[in-house]
């Protein structure tokens, strides 16, 4: 078998999975950098995987298509022979007022829970015998506080972070003892995610009254990731706000 450890984050293309892909090959990690649409991206992030000194693996995989991420997981077996990390990072939304609750139609609910928590499921599920295979496996979950408080981009998008957290827990019982599960859960984050998708948010007024008045850097949320999937082997189940005190 491969001796170097081996991480699949998905929607690595960018921000906080961009981020996580490089704290793992910092870390001496082989990088699979999943992608759905950001292909450009998705290949500049395994460039600078490699130039950090860890193997990258790039994988074009819509993670709410079963089959597809099974194929991959089959792609990640015969390049490495191993998995040690899952980071379900993969995500999508639609920034709907909450109170135009026409706007928020049907084909955005399927979008979003197909991705947000069928594909984390799904992607757990197809990693999970390789994870089990593993010394140190670990799924981590990239939730959202908007699973918490009901407030974010959308109704749906609240929904499906709050499925996803109840998910961690569920998967946690699912695969012990020897896979640790886990999720991080921003608050807003100062990335292209909520700069492109609203422009007329404003983050700094976001932020403004809470006990640490400042959106989260992909960095700062990568940190609570990279100790979930290499620290505590005690820590499963849990839920972590990475969010400067918004949930306080």
């Known amino acids: 078998m491969n001796e170097q450890r081996v991480a699949l984050i998905t929607g690595s293309g960018t921000g906080v999975g961009r981020a996580c892909a490089l704290r793992f090959a910092k870390l001496g990690f082989g990088v699979v950098v999943n992608y759905s649409r950001s292909e450009a991206e998705a290949i ?15 994988h074009q995989c819509d993670v709410s298509d079963d089959q597809a991420v099974t194929e991959m997981v089959g792609v990640i077996q015969r390049t490495f022979g191993r998995l040690d990390i899952l980071i379900n990072n993969a995500a999508t939304t639609n920034f709907i007022p909450h109170e135009k609750l026409a706007d928020l139609t049907e084909s955005m609910w399927d979008r979003m829970w197909a991705v947000n928590v069928k594909g984390a499921f799904f992607t757990t599920r197809a990693a ?102 290499t620290g505590n082997r005690m820590a499963t189940g849990q839920v972590l706000s990475v969010d400067g005190g918004q949930t306080l």
């Open 128 to 229: 999970s015998e390789l994870l089990q295979q593993s010394d140190q496996g670990a799924v981590v979950n990239i939730a959202s506080v908007a699973g918490i408080t009901g407030s974010g981009s959308s109704i749906a998008y609240c929904a499906t972070k709050g499925a996803l957290i109840t998910m961690t827990k569920s998967m946690a019982r699912v695969l012990a003892p020897k896979v640790t599960v886990n999720a991080v859960c921003p608050g807003p984050i100062d990335s292209r995610w909520i700069r492109e998708g609203n422009p007329d948010w404003d983050l700094n007024e976001m932020v403004a009254d809470y006990p640490i008045p400042k959106a989260s850097s992909p960095d700062e949320i990568a940190d609570a990731v990279v100790y979930f999937a």
């Open 44 to 58: 500049e992030t395994a460039a600078e995987v490699e130039h950090l000194g860890g193997k990258a693996l790039v």
